[in-house]
């Protein structure tokens, strides 16, 4: 009889915390960076989630198990970004969410928070490339191959989808790149799965519909507050073009530093980053 009221008590004790945890809970969005998935965000989603919020991973278009192919859509970013402003336009009117981006994630992020201010409380850019109305996107890119070449890496693989003789329409991390410069802090079993799932991440050529397409104002993006993680191991996009594009910015509310993590933190410090990730989520 008393195992049988423990048990009874035991159940309306976890519904209770239920109830607790989904009223309190928040809504995060995490979005992948170039030529990954929603499968990357696998240890950060369940700690989240564990945590008692609530977590999309979103696929951005030709990622992941997004059945669309590169060729589909290097003439447009907005075809690249659209599964995360349709999941927006998605939610009901009173929810807002809380997006984290990691690196070229942060380009969809700051579309997101010009096109919908109102629905995104926080944005968390986790060693991550920003739009603001300082920084365009060609400026920011033209500034990151800058420094790549001066860094002496390995360049990523041109893919060509029509043939050798037509323009690149995609770029591929190869293992070897990821091995030296992504995952280098990273476990093996990640950098075994990362192998088998990253796909050609699209070149866009119309450098005035890119601008057209990724322009946002202080008016509205920089309405939402802005909390950026900075990787200190990261020598994919390093610390110091981190924080040249933190100074570019506009107004941040935090800086965060993770030490001994390479580019791809959520498989080198995924305990540290959510911890950082619900921490700012906490606080603003």
Same mark, same amino acid.
């Given at each position: ?13 976890? @519904?209770?915390?239920?109830?607790? %945890? ?7 969005? &995490? !979005? ?10 696998? +240890? ?38 659209? #599964? ?7 939610? #009901? #009117? ?7 981006? =990691?690196?070229?994630?942060?380009? #969809? ?5 010009? +096109?919908?201010?109102?629905? %995104?409380?926080?944005? !968390?850019?986790?060693?991550? @490339? !920003? %739009? ?103 020598? /994919? ?27 791809? !933190?959520? /498989?080198?410090?995924?305990?540290? &980053?959510?911890? =950082? %990730? ?7």
């Amino acid at each position: 009889m008393f195992n049988r009221e423990r048990h009874v008590v035991l159940i309306l004790l976890f @519904f209770i915390l239920s109830f607790f %945890i989904g009223a309190n809970g928040k809504h995060f969005v &995490l !979005v992948h960076g170039a030529g990954h998935g929603a499968w990357c965000w696998y +240890k950060v989603a369940t700690m989240l989630k564990s945590a008692g919020h609530n977590v999309t991973t979103i696929e951005l278009a030709a990622c992941g198990i997004s059945p669309i192919q590169v060729q589909e859509i290097h003439s447009s970013i907005s075809k690249y970004h659209e #599964p995360l402003i349709s999941f927006i336009e998605s939610l #009901p #009117p009173k929810e807002k969410v809380i997006l984290v981006g =990691h690196s070229f994630g942060g380009i #969809p992020l700051s579309v997101a928070m010009e +096109k919908f201010p109102k629905k %995104i409380s926080l944005a !968390v850019f986790v060693t991550a @490339f !920003v %739009i603001s109305e300082n920084l365009n996107f060609t400026s920011l890119l033209q500034e990151n191959q800058r420094r790549l070449n001066s860094s002496q890496q390995d360049p990523p693989q041109l893919v060509f989808s029509d043939g050798p003789n037509s323009p690149p329409t995609g770029l591929l991390f190869g293992s070897k790149l990821l091995a030296s410069n992504l995952y280098q802090l990273s476990p093996n079993e990640d950098l075994t799965l990362g192998s088998s799932l990253v796909r050609p991440h699209p070149i866009f050529n119309d450098e005035k519909l890119i601008l057209k397409e990724t322009r946002v104002t202080k008016l509205r993006n920089g309405r939402v507050p802005k909390v950026f993680i900075i990787s200190k191991g990261d020598i /994919f996009i390093r610390e110091d073009l981190q924080l040249w594009i933190i100074e570019r910015t506009g107004p941040y509310v935090e800086v965060k530093v993770i030490k001994d993590s390479d580019h791809m !933190v959520m /498989f080198s410090k995924p305990k540290k &980053l959510t911890s =950082h %990730i619900l921490r700012s989520a906490h606080k603003y």
